[in-house]
């Protein structure tokens, strides 16, 4: 039971050592959980593919949008209001948990009353028990997002970590022995449900909070103003990550989404797995050094550049080599997702720098503009698919990649530079050496590939000349040398913490 005053203020940070510290050991622990988090998302990857069908993946592919709404718009934003706001008291604090609370309960409610008309929407009626099992898993969700933000507020990075690892492994625990016992999409669906549960729990244990009654909600306002412009981008986000699974499921069918969830998720969760909690972890570090432009800027070019270091030969080899990737670890039977994951690699050449731009809206509260700037994505994107939807899934593959580089790509990097201590020129200059460095590992790559075995010996040795070229490349540059040094140190700091 919370023993705080309810107008005490909500500490923004825990722990000893100062903000940078801090900081540092929170990119150090997200980094070892998130190890362990793809590990296990490669590892369910390459066994579901195997016991499972693509008219599986399928199905809950085309679930997915419906209840990826439901999760975000129970939030409001709210979470990131938690983490970002310096006054926060406990009261509100409670306020914001029993809004999440309500909505959580409604949304859960209507999306399981609306399960039958999904299901008629696609013409698969399996869909409507689906549909209606997870919409616990919304409701679940939204009893644990404030106190999943006051953790992260805390920056208890590392009880955060824990809670991710066991959700990861209790997840694929479930789905590997549902899917050995009873081989369908039921395996998935249980799989997210107890995610959902290991996520609650986990997140009222290291909170270390108990809401108490609401308050007014006049002493929230500010903070849901805040939440409406990060929610107003999250709609359209939102929209423009699930109008291809929308399209694809109602014009072309549950196996052709299958191939194309399979290729999505292959390449892009990934990156997503990188990415997503290091946004945890930046977002209330650059919050707190807006004040100091030379600092704010410093802590994000590193934090970057560390995501570009470790993800983009990666890229690059499976954009090379993704006849022989799909094979071997998704089997044979998904070899008609080739096409797909090369069009989606060439749009995630530069997803891990581009997905970074949102953590500079939200630190420097420009939610407006992002909010703006999600409205013109999803427009952009909804065309993209409608352009290529006759073509099926590779086509929608391909318009979205084309238009992801040539439209929206310079329009965001010139938006996010506009204002704050990041500017366009920043991003340049961070983004140049990587791509001097990516095109030599590309030519590299090309070069290489009749001579490699397509086999997955093949695969591992691109893999090893793909980061050995790109580092020798960056070790060319200031920049790169720099960046260079500091993941190694980065390492020595993970290794010698563990051996202490």
Known sequence: MSRHDPEAIVPRAGGTGGLGAQAMRGVAVSGIAQGVKLSVQIVSVVLLSRFLAPHDFGLIAMASPV?????????LGLSQAVV???????????????????????????????????AAFYGERELTWIVAALAVAVFASGLGAQHLAMATRGMRFGAIAIVEMAMALLGLGVALVWALVDPGPWALVASALVTALTSLIGAWIISGWRPRRPGSFATVGAMLRFGGGLTTFNLSNFFARNLDNILIGRFQGPVQLGLYDRAYKLLLF??????????????PTLSQLVGDPDRYRSAYCRTVGQILLVTLPGILCLLVYADVAIVFMLGPQWIGAVDIFRWLALASLHQPMTVTLGWLF???????????WGLFNAASCAVAFAVGLPWGAVGVAAAYA????????????????????????????????????????????????????????????????SYATTGLALALTRSGRTTIGQGLSLVRSALLRRAR
């Open 84 to 118: 970002v706001n310096s006054t926060l008291t406990y009261a509100q604090a409670s306020t914001m948990f029993w809004i999440n609370a309500g909505l959580s309960l409604f949304l859960a409610v209507v999306l399981a009353m609306c399960a039958p008309l999904v």
């Open 362 to 372: 939200i630190s420097q509260s420009r939610t407006g503009q992002f909010a703006r």
């Open 67 to 75: 209840i990826s709404f439901a999760n975000m718009a129970q939030n």
């Open 270 to 283: 990934p990156l997503q797995q990188i990415t997503y909690p290091l946004q945890r972890v930046m977002v």
């Open 402 to 465: 084309l238009s992801d580089v040539f439209i929206r790509l310079p329009l965001v990097w010139r938006l996010a530079g506009s204002q704050g201590p990041v500017s366009a020129r920043d991003m340049m200059r961070l983004a140049m050496p990587f791509a001097f460095a990516g095109s030599l590992a590309a030519i590299m790559l090309f070069a290489v590939r009749s001579l490699l075995p397509a086999s997955a010996i093949g695969l591992a040795i691109a893999v090893v000349l």
